[in-house]
């Protein structure tokens, strides 16, 4: 199998999830299918510019969802097959579908109460935050089409403006299932319908109406729910 053509050095950061973005889109072109062995880690180590032990964990990953199987003595198998719209994040959509769902409703139920509150609650140097994350997440979102990072901070942000820190600690807690939802990566501009949606939370929180923050966390997480059962319900 050639990897020179399609693998090639992630820039930091170096996460799993862009190593298993890059394997996924290899696997895509390399026209791979169901059964068919990945190079061995040592192999994609070096092409990708990262650790051994770094493929290892990102690839344990992948296994957990059941997209490989790692056979001892045999290698790595790909147990579904991967088109070439496929991310990290679409695949772990359709292989974890129930669990991500129920994670959108924890995450439903934890943020919107959390929107409400900070509205209530959030101090001026709160609203200065929230807003400072706001204005970073919508500059990297207009030049790249994704800020995933940045869209996790400013959600944070009101998490902590909310006066509870039991509610991000809650968050923290389920922080494996819920961080999926920022993870998307531009070509696939999953959830870019909400984006504009994010100044409208802020300004409710800022005149202080819950009503509205609560109503508007619906709105951008109707969108997420939709968007995450167009990618599951994609192939079926």
Known sequence: MEIDSQLHPIIAPRSDTLILDALT????????????????????AEKLGVSRNTVREA????????IIARKKGSGTFLLIDVSTSDSFLSLRFKNDSA???????????????????????????????IEQRLNEMERVHLAIGSAGA??????????????????????????????AFFESPPEQALFADSFSLHRDLFNAIRQR????AREICHQIL??????????INAKR
């Open 222 to 231: 109707d969108i997420t729910e939709r968007d995450m059962k167009d990618v």
């Open 59 to 66: 690839l344990k990953r992948w296994e957990a969802l059941g």
């Open 150 to 179: 940045e869209d996790w901070a400013f959600h944070t942000s009101i998490y902590q403006a909310s006066g509870n820190p039991l509610l991000l600690q809650m968050l923290n807690g389920i922080y494996d299932s819920m961080h």
């Open 99 to 129: 669990n991500m769902l129920h994670a959108l409703e924890v995450r439903r139920i934890i943020e919107s109460e959390s929107c409400a509150l900070a509205a209530l609650r959030a101090s001026t140097a709160d609203l200065l935050e």
């Open 25 to 44: 889109r290899f696997m895509a072109h390399s026209g791979a299918q169901t059964g068919s062995r990945l190079p061995p880690e040592r192999e994609l």
């Open 209 to 212: 109406d819950s009503v509205s």
